[in-house]
């Protein structure tokens, strides 16, 4: 199928589902570690090569916050990395100089990708939650005329 | 330093994210749009320190840190303190001879909100820079204490209407001029210094890279348009900070040494600065028409600051 791309590591853990804790019953100065075992080498790995703890929230889930959600259209993207670069959730997946697509986990669905995708029509666009994926590729408009 | 290449996106875009999802910014928020340029930029170990603030609040949701570098939280007013502490304690205990990996390349990063960094951490922020701690600390510039529900700080411009200076039958909001921050800051003598927004994405990470290469202490301003208290939808963020650097009202800027300033953009068509305040919420009771004299004082203030900016390129002083 078009468009969609998960990484396999990703959990996808509610946030806030986790058992709490009183404020009075955390300890003063806690260390978190995002990876498990040695992270020396973070800043050369991919995602999917790394080794997240659960205390990552690269392990947990915004997608309850969307009402909609951005869809993408690999046929007409140009892979600029617009979208990359612009989005705040870091949400665009993109691998050797290639959008390949969303992280629908991570997604809050502020639409900027749409906005900063210059291809005519958009490669990116937003739909309805609900609405299944080649249902709304289906739908794709067609080229947008240059007003005069 | 490791830098990634950023001589286009593409290349940029092989960089690997050290900043994840999951945090809980709101959508279109452009605070995470700059730190994940920042992170993306170098290849270096990281040390961080956040004080509180809407970027700390939403990204160490306890359990949870969406950091995948060294990260520190600390209190209100001490970013600059703890990236310096750090920054001490490293160069002491390469002196020793105690680190691990003394070779490994490692820079160390402050990120303030323009309220810890203009009000209540300044003085932290002056002393830091004043003892000359190689560490580079990022404003987070949305004008506004947003955390908290948005009252106005020192860097809240004329006319914003904020919740403690909310506009009203008698008020236009915000009575005061906002501090020019990087003058104070290029004014201690910081080796680099800039204002820098993250719409000209490879202009801020240029910028970044050559704070986190430049020895000694570094401030950079950034841009942070905050679709919450600024009163915009989520998808202009990046529209808005068009906005906000054609109009001029945020120019884009460098000064090396206290001395030398650059000019990084000169935008092609100067747009009125009306433009800029007119889409966004917090600005919208001076479009009223015996609020005309605020929007004429705006215009003449950015005139006049951009005219200084460029006798000040030209002069080389
Ligand atoms: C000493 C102290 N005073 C007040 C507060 C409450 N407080 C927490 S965040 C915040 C506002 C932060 O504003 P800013 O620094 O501009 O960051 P933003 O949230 O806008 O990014 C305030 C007032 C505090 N935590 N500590
Ligand atoms: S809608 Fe927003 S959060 Fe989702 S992918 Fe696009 S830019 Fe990222
Ligand atoms: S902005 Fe549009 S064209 Fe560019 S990479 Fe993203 S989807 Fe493709
Ligand atoms: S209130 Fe503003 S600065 Fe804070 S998370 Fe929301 S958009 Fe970002
Ligand atoms: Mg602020």
């Given at each position: ?10 959990g ?20 978190v ?66 959008m ?49 | ?58 990204t ?45 390349p ?25 003892r ?5 600390y ?11 529900g ?82 915009f ?85």
């Amino acid at each position: 199928m078009q468009g969609v791309c998960a990484t396999d590591k990703r959990g996808s853990k509610e946030l806030g589902s986790e058992e709490l804790v009183g404020w009075d019953e955390v300890m003063q100065g806690v260390v978190v570690n995002s990876f498990e075992g040695d992270a020396t080498d973070i800043a050369r790995q991919k995602a999917e090569e790394r080794n997240y703890s659960e205390f990552s929230s690269y392990t947990a889930t915004v997608a309850s916050w969307r009402v909609i959600k951005p869809v993408y259209n690999r046929d007409i993207c140009i892979d600029c990395q617009n979208c990359w670069v612009w989005c705040p959730d870091t949400s665009i997946v993109s691998r050797d100089k290639q959008m390949l697509g969303i992280d629908y986990d991570h997604c809050k669905g502020c639409q900027v990708c749409v906005e900063v995708c210059p291809t005519n029509p958009k490669s990116l666009l937003m739909f309805a939650e609900h609405e299944d994926l080649d249902k709304a590729l289906a739908q794709w408009p067609q080229k947008e005329k240059k007003e005069k | 330093m490791a830098i990634t290449s950023v001589k286009n996106l593409k290349e940029f875009s092989t960089a690997n994210d050290r900043f994840e999802g999951a945090h809980l910014l709101c959508p279109g928020c452009a605070h995470s749009m700059i730190v994940r340029e920042l992170m993306n930029c170098t290849d270096d170990n990281l040390v961080i320190a956040a004080n509180t603030g809407c970027l700390e609040v939403s990204t160490a949701v306890y359990p949870y840190t969406s950091w995948d570098t060294s990260w520190i939280h600390i209190g209100f007013e001490n970013a600059a303190t703890a990236a310096a502490g750090a920054e001490a304690m490293y160069k002491a205990r390469k002196r020793k001879g105690t680190l691990k990996d003394p070779d490994a390349p490692v820079k160390f990063v402050a990120f303030g909100g323009d309220g810890s960094t203009y009000d209540i951490g300044f003085q932290w922020l002056s002393g830091a820079v004043e003892r000359g701690h190689d560490f580079t600390y990022i404003c987070l510039d949305n004008e506004v204490y947003a955390n908290t529900g948005g009252q106005r700080s020192s860097s809240t411009p004329i006319g914003s209407s904020t919740t403690t200076s909310p506009a009203g039958r008698i008020s236009y909001g915000e009575k005061k001029m906002k501090k020019d921050m990087v003058t104070i800051m290029a004014a201690h003598g910081a080796p680099y210094v800039a204002q820098l927004a993250p719409n000209k994405w490879k202009i801020m990470a240029k910028g970044f890279q050559k704070a986190l290469s430049t020895e000694g202490p570094c401030f950079i301003n950034t841009v942070s348009a905050c679709t919450t208290e600024w009163k915009f939808d989520s998808k202009d963020t990046i529209h808005l900070t068009d906005l906000a650097t054609d109009s001029l009202v945020f120019p884009i800027y460098e000064i090396i040494d206290g001395q030398e300033l650059n000019i990084l953009y000169r935008p092609k068509n100067i747009l009125p600065v009306r433009d800029y305040l007119g889409a966004q919420g917090r600005f919208r009771h001076l479009f009223k028409p015996e609020n005309e004299h605020v929007l004429v004082e705006w215009q003449k203030r950015v005139d006049a600051h951009w005219e200084r900016l460029q006798r000040r390129e030209e002069a080389r002083v």
